[in-house]
């Protein structure tokens, strides 16, 4: 059975980091691609960075390039996502979710086949 647990939201001030971590278990970690996902309400859900777990390469969105990491630890079978100068447009529901590696565009949600229950995070002063 495919597990993605999320973990590490919280509330923040703007300018302030987060690091959210997606442990994975009961699939084949390496080979596949894992990405952060996030949905404000009223929105649809966006594609934050992926990882691509076996050759470690990575991609984001415009909006958080620069701002935020996504690394992983393959002896722990997780994925972080860095968090830093968070902005109040950071606000949303946080997921991770996981594919088999794949030349489809990385940041379309409908392709992911596993999905994580999702962490709340929320800027604001």
């Known amino acids: 059975q495919v597990q993605l647990v999320e973990s590490g939201g919280g509330s923040v001030q703007p300018g302030g980091s987060l690091r959210l971590s997606c442990a994975a278990s009961g699939y084949t970690y390496t080979k596949n691609c894992l990405g952060w996902f996030r949905q404000a309400p009223g929105k649809e859900r966006e594609g934050v960075a992926v990882i691509y777990t076996g050759r470690g390469a990575t991609l984001y969105a415009d909006s958080v390039e620069g701002r935020f990491t996504i690394s992983q630890d393959n002896a722990k079978n997780t994925v972080y996502l860095h968090m830093n100068s968070l902005k109040p447009e950071d606000t949303a529901m946080y997921y991770c979710?996981?594919?088999?590696?794949?030349?489809?565009?990385?940041?379309?949600?409908?392709?992911?086949?596993?999905w994580g229950q999702g962490t709340q995070v929320t800027v604001s002063s």
């Open positions: 979710a996981a594919r088999p590696s794949t030349f489809i565009q990385w940041n379309l949600p409908q392709t992911y086949n596993y």
